[in-house]
């Protein structure tokens, strides 16, 4: 193949470029034969997993990806701005399947090494939930600031307060058009009839940390519950994160959401804008721990532990991205739905 001019095809109105593959192929035993008359048609891998097309020449799948990811095969490069195509094709339809599966791995692999950029999320910076802040804020410098590591650097913005249903990452317009889709689904599919049409009436109450030992603490988190005492709110919210998880946008690390707002944070100190720390991968996929810096959170926790920030209606979900921020100080919203 002369590699500047590499031979295309055209699908679907789309030009590809052509990478040729040689298909491995080894003599048989004669009694190997029955065998693979059975199985070749699926192998190792789930037939109905993945649509493959039949063609003059033999099989065909086509791969969607965006386009931030093609650097992980650069031979798949082709004509189109907004997101990658691979085409795999091949005399059988097992060793289509085999290749699509391999290259899904490959993309799930390296989505997961990705940065989230966006959280679907509830805003909690109705006014009197701000004003209740700032009157946690000034009460705890008051009492406990001669406490270890307390100090006014590790409150969180009260206009950013919100709570998080799950990390995304969002590699393309189309992602968060999918996103938007898939909360519209969820909307019709079951939060109507959770919510009954209506905002849901919570308290933002009482704060609690996630760590063994409270007098070294790097986060505090306000909790978040239903003013009815209803477990409206977690069902909600743990129907949302399952139903993405199944599509693949959200990665399965929990089963339920732990419903809680960050209102001390360690990592403010340094940067006003950090958000937590997620995804810390090596490149082959290893967790990386940092050690934080921590604070003294005893007191604090004796004196507040059933502080009342306020409360107010949670009438959306916002797709929220990361590092921005709107003309309220809030994170930039990509998309919602509305209850009501």
């Known amino acids: 193949m002369e590699v500047l001019r590499p031979q295309l095809i055209r699908i679907d109105g789309r030009n590809y470029r052509k990478n040729p593959i040689q298909e491995q192929t080894y003599q048989r035993e004669e009694d190997e034969e029955d065998f693979y008359q059975g199985s070749m048609e699926c192998a190792d891998e789930p037939c109905d997993a993945y649509e493959v097309e039949q063609t003059p020449q033999g099989f065909r799948s086509t791969v969607r990806a965006p386009s931030l990811l093609y650097n992980i095969w650069g031979f798949l490069s082709m004509l189109t701005l907004s997101s990658l195509f691979a085409v795999i094709t091949g005399q ?5 399947i085999s290749a699509r599966t ?31 802040f700032l009157r946690f804020q000034e009460e705890v410098l008051a009492k406990c600031s001669m406490d270890h590591g307390v100090d006014s650097s590790i409150f969180q913005n009260p206009k950013k307060l919100h709570l998080t249903i799950g990390m ?48 070294m603490v790097d986060v505090l988190y306000a909790k978040v519950h239903m003013k009815d005492g209803s477990n409206r709110l977690q069902e909600l919210v743990d129907r949302v994160l399952e139903r993405f998880q199944a599509s ?78 709107d003309s309220f100080g809030n994170y930039a919203s990509c998309g919602q739905i509305d209850f009501s």
């Open 102 to 132: 391999r290259i899904d791995v490959l993309l799930h692999t390296f989505r997961r090494k990705q940065p989230f950029t966006h959280f679907l999320s509830f805003f909690l910076n109705e006014v009197e939930v701000q004003e209740g």
């Open 168 to 215: 995304l990452v969002l590699l393309s317009e189309e992602e968060i058009q999918q996103t938007c889709e898939m909360l519209q689904q969820c909307k019709e599919e079951f939060i109507n009839d959770i919510s009954g049409g209506k905002p849901l009436e919570v308290e933002m109450a009482g704060i609690e940390y996630m760590n063994d030992d409270p007098g």
């Open 248 to 325: 693949g946008l959200i990665v399965k690390e929990w089963n339920s959401v732990k419903l809680h707002a960050t209102v001390m944070n360690t990592l403010f100190r340094k940067d006003p804008n950090a958000e937590g720390r997620y995804n810390l991968y090596t490149p082959d996929g290893k967790y990386i721990f940092k050690e934080r810096e921590s604070f003294d959170g005893r007191n604090i926790l004796k004196l507040f532990e059933n502080f009342h920030f306020g409360s107010l209606k949670l009438n959306s979900i916002h797709i929220s991205q990361r590092f921005t921020v």
């Open 92 to 96: 059988h339809r097992n060793g289509v």
